[in-house]
């Protein structure tokens, strides 16, 4: 089952190195690709590095602001210099500000869609013309169970999540003809370091696994899994699927 997956040291560019991006650069390398990991965030970068180097794996981080086309484009070069033209790319940065409606200024949307949305337009363009070019590719984003639902409080974030599932239908209906799948994973509730805090006060744990017929959160690794899978060759014919990691969320 090891060599199920194998990714045999290919170029990999993951942004993200939070919960899910973190899980999934160390679950990546563990199937021997080679992996660039890029984040603003110096600690989280340092976390997975040390998390690879403990399992006998390399993870070479970069620091980097992703929250301009300008920074996003030279990131991309600087990690291409790093592992490689990239053969898997995965977009995992994001934020959400929990608000209701009108209680939300431009701020919130404006910076919410420029890191969520816009961030994956621009680094999704500028690997996808690498992968065109080589006629090889594996792309996968991070989106959301609330690209599809309605919670309340998540305006922004859902508005985002939603965007980013037609613009990856797109990519992946013009780049198909080049073999350069383009995949969405949507993780329902998932218990990272960012969502613990929220979790554990006000009942939040409790009123969000009564919404999940597999009746408990999901963890980081679940999602890395599903990622993992459409970076490989056993999904080389699935391209533009949301594949939604909830526990059955979305049926109820």
């Not at 919960?19 to 997975?48: K, T, W």
Request: aromatic share 6%.
């Amino acid at each position: 089952m090891q060599d199920w997956l194998a990714l045999g040291r290919r170029p990999t560019l993951v942004f993200g190195a939070g919960g899910l991006g973190g899980a999934s650069a160390l679950s990546l390398a563990a199937q021997g690709a080679r992996v660039a990991l890029i984040d603003a965030n110096q600690e989280n970068l340092d976390g997975v590095v040390q998390a690879a180097k403990e399992a006998g794996r390399d993870v070479k981080p970069l620091a980097a602001d992703l929250r301009t086309a300008d920074g996003c484009r030279a990131a991309v070069r600087e990690a291409v210099e790093l592992v490689g033209t990239p053969q898997v790319f995965l977009h995992a940065i994001g934020r959400n500000v929990r608000k209701p409606v009108l209680d939300l200024d431009d701020d919130d949307w404006q910076d919410t869609l420029t890191l969520n949305l816009s961030s994956a337009w621009w680094l999704g363009q500028a690997v996808g013309r690498l992968m065109v070019e080589q006629r090889y590719g594996r792309m996968v984003f991070v989106s959301s169970v609330s690209g599809l639902l309605a919670h309340p409080h998540h305006a922004p974030y859902a508005a985002t999540k939603g965007g980013m599932n037609q613009m990856v239908r797109v990519m992946a209906r013009e780049w198909a003809r080049y073999d350069v799948t383009v995949n969405t994973v949507a993780p329902g509730y998932i218990e990272t370091e960012l969502t613990r805090s929220y979790l554990d006060r006000d009942n939040h744990r409790e009123s969000l696994e009564s919404l999940v017929p597999a009746e408990r959160l999901g963890q980081p690794e679940e999602v890395a899994d599903a990622v993992t899978f459409l970076a490989s060759d056993r999904a080389r014919f699935i391209t533009g699927q949301i594949v939604y990691v909830d526990g059955g969320r979305v049926l109820v």
